[in-house]
């Protein structure tokens, strides 16, 4: 009788394709990226935010020891309304005063240009800021004229105008 060996057999590491795991995940990533469609409530996002308000010093005000409530101080109101093609029709100070009717040609921008500056330099005034109201049918190239004029203004205490902010027209406010 011949006695057979029993020969232990050692269990083998059991190994994964790790090539076609990575390839369903691609495959998963790219259906859920290529099927995803935002609800218009998630694609929209409705920010309110703060009004803009202006910071002053002490200093401004022409009194030592003074302070300037953030309250009493006004940004210059440049209301700009367009055509219907989008160019510029009419620049509209915060007073009602006309700046220019009609294009926005190098005159009317001088024009515009020279009464910012009485209005930032007037005796007492507490600017440093202007708020542009947009009309929405303006194009961005008539838009970025006005704000030309604006960032070449300066402050009565020589630094340079930079706060400028943005609000869209309504149409009730519309010429």
Same mark, same amino acid.
Do not use: W
């Given at each position: 009788?011949?006695?057979?060996?029993?020969?232990?057999?050692?269990?083998?590491?059991?190994?994964?394709?790790?090539?076609?795991?990575?390839?369903?995940?691609?495959?998963?990533?790219?259906?859920? !990226?290529?099927?995803?469609?935002?609800?218009?409530?998630?694609?929209?996002?409705? =920010?309110?935010?703060?009004?803009?308000?202006?910071?002053?010093?002490?200093?401004?005000?022409?009194?030592?020891?003074?302070?300037?409530?953030?309250?009493?101080?006004?940004?210059? !109101?440049?209301?700009?309304?367009?055509?219907?093609?989008?160019?510029?029709?009419?620049?509209?100070?915060?007073?009602?005063?006309?700046?220019?009717?009609?294009?926005?040609?190098?005159?009317?921008?001088?024009? =515009?240009?020279?009464? =910012?500056?009485?209005?930032?330099?007037?005796?007492?005034?507490?600017?440093?800021?202007?708020?542009?109201?947009?009309?929405?049918? =303006?194009?961005?190239?008539?838009?970025?004229?006005? !704000?030309?004029?604006?960032?070449?203004?300066?402050?009565?205490?020589?630094?340079?105008?930079?706060?400028?902010?943005?609000?869209?027209?309504?149409?009730?406010?519309g010429q």
């Amino acid at each position: 009788m011949s006695r057979r060996r029993k020969t232990r057999r050692v269990p083998e590491d059991v190994q994964l394709n790790l090539a076609a795991m990575l390839d369903m995940a691609f495959q998963l990533l790219a259906f859920f !990226i290529l099927t995803f469609r935002p609800s218009p409530v998630e694609g929209q996002l409705l =920010l309110n935010l703060p009004p803009p308000t202006p910071v002053t010093s002490s200093a401004a005000n022409g009194g030592e020891g003074e302070a300037v409530r953030t309250s009493d101080v006004e940004p210059v !109101i440049l209301s700009v309304f367009g055509d219907g093609s989008g160019n510029i029709a009419e620049v509209r100070l915060f007073s009602g005063e006309s700046g220019f009717r009609g294009p926005a040609t190098p005159e009317n921008l001088q024009r =515009l240009s020279k009464m =910012l500056e009485e209005t930032i330099h007037a005796p007492g005034s507490l600017y440093d800021e202007v708020l542009v109201q947009v009309d929405p049918s =303006l194009r961005y190239e008539e838009l970025m004229k006005v !704000i030309d004029v604006c960032l070449r203004q300066q402050l009565p205490d020589g630094q340079p105008l930079t706060k400028i902010n943005f609000t869209e027209l309504t149409p009730s406010e519309g010429q």
